[in-house]
């Protein structure tokens, strides 16, 4: 599932591919991924239109035209890819936006769980992103912890809860909470102070090279690199890792890093 880093990846695409360039035409080969805008509205709407600037909150992408505002969301197997005009679209390229000087911006989904969305002023993209919390890459710390403090529920559920924090899934949930050394069981509002400070600091160090690399990436330091693996270990302390289901997700932890404490004081699995 596209989260934070990868979201940041596809702005980049779309900063690259289209920011400076006329729409020339819009090909909607699957109206099923438009939400509340029909095909023809697309068209008329973006066609002629100079993608002007881009912006990312959460899994939220932005497209401004200096007019409407194009907003897509990938859900979970969304992507967004430049290619030429003449190459011959994939099955699962749902919209399709040629481009001056010969590039064409393609949304691909297999799934079409989300999709695009047109704000038709800024007053709509408002409405649009009204039920997102802060962008976890920009957050200050207060309003990080205070977050958590607010809340009773589990701390991983509480963690990819877009409301709360936005950007956030569950491959960064995990790898934050295992570098914190936290159990995604703990109930979020029990955690300590220094504990919210250093799951803070560790989210902060997991998202900086996840951005750079433009997902959660899979090395051999990382938890991620490791939860699926046929016999999981944790490259840490060479536990082997458990898998339990937290907020409806399935979640890889260590006991052996994450059971001690879970700002409770009980410790146990989650």
Known sequence: MPEL?????FREVLRSCAQGRVIRR???RDPGVLHGVSARGLRDALEGRRITGTRRHGKWLLARTGGPTLA????MTGLLLCAHPDD????HDRVLFTL??????????QRKLQGLWLAHDDSDVERLLAHQGPDALTVDRAEFETALASHRGRVKAVLIDQSVLAGLGNLLADEILWRARLRPAAPANTLTEPERRRLYTQ???????????GRVPPRP???TG???SPDPHCPRCGAALRRSRVGGRTTVWCPGCQGQTNGDGKGGEA
């Open 5 to 9: 880093p990868d979201v940041e990846g």
């Open 26 to 28: 819009v090909d909607v």
């Open 72 to 75: 897509l969301h990938f859900g």
């Open 88 to 91: 011959t679209p994939e099955p």
């Open 100 to 109: 001056a000087r010969d590039r064409q911006l393609r949304y691909r989904d």
């Open 203 to 213: 989210m902060r160090r997991t998202l900086r090279p996840a951005v750079t690399a």
């Open 221 to 223: 330091g990382w938890l």
């Open 226 to 228: 490791h939860r699926d």
